[in-house]
């Protein structure tokens, strides 16, 4: 009998690019999701056998089921695979099947591991490595998110969320910051924390962990490892470092590469890299946000420990052109540009709103924000509210539920009654007409959201276009 892969939800963005790496094995693979995507049609077009809708007998055959979190206990398929006895696992443990034998880097952390990733894959690339990877999301440059290299190295977004990443065995590490999130899974910050230690306890001996010295919680889990004898390099911005936001570490804490002569512009962001014993080498981006420059740190370490020449490395991440969703152009219709990004976490509210200040180049910035999951809302509706008030105009819709069943009382309101002028619009549809009739040239419009507040870009691009031609 044939081998067969089946995974339950294909379309995810998680989900996907595994498929994706089992078929460049060889493999036969099967899939379903709920409604079709770009993500299906890809795979189909790759030779997978998906469906629209779930059904058991879907599962009929397959010898390996694989599936996420996302996938509910109720599912049809799930429940004939379990019936008839067929191995299932969980997509993390998928990806290591598929990256045996190479190289293993693990990005993790609360933001930044999709672009850190998809920096470190796209200068690997461009530097002849040809590194295998899977990320969570479509590289600009090349349409996927996942590839199957010659290389030795193996690149993947390592997720946190439901502690998947401690099914991973990195040679390489990343962690780029450690802050509370998912707390309807993990109950509290502290259990977070417990989290990512073990995860940087699964390096392997002799293997690097890179870690982000400007984060309280990454600089503490990385003291911690070097404690441990864990191999460790620490990189951060030297202002940060000399004086703001907490007293000057000690000697044995300071980051080994230092980002100095920072400059942020709307377009792109450049420093320059600085170690102990070594020449300084320029960073240049195309991509802005000083979140980005430490974000291609991490991965310009990441390549360094990988035998890439220190100043080469620098060059090809100005190859890097972006991931989708992570401040990317949708379109710009009577001189106002819209642009969708995937920041669902105060934090990366706060840091998406500074770079779009930038980038708005002296114009509004806009916004139409979907929270996402109403245990998210409901425990962070203050530094959400704190966050969004950067922008100079924001309509909040109703939550992206995803996983999870609605909560009396949590709705989007808790964030716009924290707000100084934040507009409460629950009908998704509505809430981007009233972003685009507020919109004037010369502004920036951002949707924002981990659902699918990512299709209203359009919505809002076409009314835009109906009232230019009206």
């Not at 530097?127 to 999301?137: E, T």
């Not at 001189?335 to 930038?358: F, Q």
Request: aromatic fraction near 4%.
């Amino acid at each position: 009998m044939t081998e067969r892969v089946h995974f339950i939800g294909i379309g995810g963005a998680g989900m996907s690019v595994v498929a994706e790496l089992f078929l460049a094995r060889g493999h036969a693979v099967s899939g379903s999701d709920a409604k079709d995507s770009a993500a299906l049609q890809r795979l189909a077009g790759l030779g997978a056998h998906v469906r629209v809708g779930h059904a058991a007998e879907a599962v009929e055959g397959a010898t390996t089921v694989v599936v996420s979190t996302a996938i509910r206990e109720d599912n049809p398929e799930l429940l004939a695979a379990r019936a008839a006895g067929t191995e299932i696992i969980h997509r993390s443990v998928a990806l290591a099947r598929a990256a045996a034998g190479l190289d293993f880097v693990a990005v993790a952390g609360a933001h930044g591991k999709t672009t850190t990733s998809g920096m470190l894959a796209t200068a690997l690339a461009e530097v002849g490595a040809d590194p295998s990877y899977a990320i969570g999301s479509v590289l600009v440059s090349s349409g996927t998110g996942a590839h199957l290299g010659s290389g030795r190295a193996f690149v993947a977004e390592a997720d946190e969320s439901d502690l998947s990443f401690l099914n991973y065995r990195p040679r390489v590490a990343v962690v780029t910051n450690v802050e509370a999130d998912h707390l309807d899974r993990y109950g509290s910050t502290a259990a977070v924390h417990e989290a990512f230690e073990r995860f940087v306890d699964r390096v392997e001996p002799g293997g690097l962990l890179v870690a982000c010295a400007d984060d309280a919680g990454s600089a503490a889990l990385a003291a911690g490892a070097a404690g441990n004898g864990v191999r460790v390099q620490r990189y951060g911005v030297a202002d940060a470092v000399a004086g703001g936001a907490w007293p000057e570490p000690p000697p044995s804490a300071r980051p080994d590469v230092l980002l100095h002569d920072v400059r942020l512009s709307g377009d792109g962001s450049t420093a320059v890299l600085r170690q102990q014993g070594e020449d300084d080498v320029e960073l240049r981006l195309g991509v802005p946000g000083a979140h980005n420059l430490r974000n291609a740190t991490a991965a310009w370490c990441v390549g360094v420990e990988l035998g890439v020449d220190r100043a080469a490395m620098a060059r090809a991440l100005g190859a890097f052109t972006g991931t989708a969703r992570r401040f990317q152009l949708r379109g710009e219709v009577a001189g106002v540009r819209v642009v969708d990004d995937y920041a669902h976490h105060p934090t990366e509210v706060a840091e998406l709103l500074k770079a779009a200040r930038a980038a708005a180049r002296g114009g509004r910035v806009l916004v139409l924000f979907q929270p996402h999951l109403y245990s998210r809302t409901q425990a962070f509706a203050a530094e959400f509210a704190a966050a969004l008030d950067a922008a100079d105009e924001v309509v909040v819709t109703d939550v992206y539920g995803a996983r999870e069943d609605p909560v009396p009382g949590v709705t989007s309101a808790l964030v716009t009654d924290r707000m100084r002028s934040g507009r409460h619009v629950p009908d998704r549809l509505a809430a981007a007409a009233a972003v685009a009739e507020a919109a004037r040239p010369g502004d920036l419009v951002l949707t924002v959201g981990a659902g699918d507040v990512t299709e209203l870009g359009e919505t809002i691009l076409a009314a835009l276009a109906a009232r230019e031609e009206a």
